[in-house]
């Protein structure tokens, strides 16, 4: 049965027509050619399909294309503005936090989240509020170090 969902991705209007179950995964990659968002686990363990939904993060492994419905979805590709980097891909950059980059963008939206809701976290709070995205590479303390930066940078702004 053929299903129409409107939602916003990356700021921009978008129409889908689904003609199956799919996984908001699959469909941000083969539909839009965002590969940004990575396939990990496929189980919502790994973090690497993070993607933000109504400003928040979410598993698009784990979540239905349908869902999106009426919603703004935002990739790593459309965290930046104007052809600028967000404050928080800067701090990425600029810490060297980041190794295979697998994990990277998952890594910065759950970042992003963990930042709308706690402007100032201190590092406790940034390895809880990251400890279900993973890092295979090891590049734990230089992505604390990024989001701490990050915080201070945007200074409760997002």
Not at 23 to 47: A, S
Not at 114 to 120: A, E, G, I, K
């Amino acid at each position: 049965m053929k299903e129409t969902i409107h939602f916003e991705l990356n700021h921009q209007a978008r129409e889908l027509v689904l003609e199956r179950d799919r996984t908001l995964l699959w469909v941000l990659r083969t539909d839009f050619g965002l590969t940004g968002t990575k396939f990990g686990c496929g189980l919502g363990y790994c973090g690497a399909c993070t993607v933000l939904i109504d400003n928040k993060p979410v598993r698009s492994c784990m979540t239905d294309a349908s869902l999106v419905d009426g919603k703004k979805v935002i990739t790593i590709e459309g965290l930046g503005a104007n052809g600028k980097l967000h404050p928080i891909q800067e701090a990425f950059a600029k810490n060297d936090a980041l190794q295979c980059g697998y994990c990277t963008p998952g890594m910065i939206l759950a970042a992003y989240g963990l930042l709308s809701d706690n402007p100032t976290p201190d590092r406790r709070e940034i390895r809880e509020g990251l400890e279900e995205n993973l890092c295979r590479c090891g590049a734990h303390k230089r992505i604390i170090d990024a989001v701490e930066m990050a915080a201070a940078d945007m200074k409760g702004g997002k």
